[in-house]
């Protein structure tokens, strides 16, 4: 019984995978370039994170 059932799933798989045709697509789309504009950030913004770091670490050490 178990092989009559093991069979049918590999025929069930096998007939879902042999779904699609041979035939060739001749879609040819073409690539979307995207141009991102940087947001002009100061100096200063790298520096406020390790600061706020620093300053939390100070504040549980005391």
Do not use: N
């Not at 045709?21 to 991102?36: I, N, R």
């Amino acid at each position: 019984m178990k092989k009559i059932v093991l069979a049918a799933a590999f025929a069930a798989a096998a007939s879902t995978a042999m779904a699609g045709s041979y035939a060739k697509d001749e879609v040819v789309m073409e690539p979307v370039v995207v141009v991102e504009e940087a947001a002009q950030s100061s100096s200063a913004a790298g520096i406020v994170i390790p600061l706020l770091i620093v300053a939390i670490l100070a504040a549980a050490a005391q």
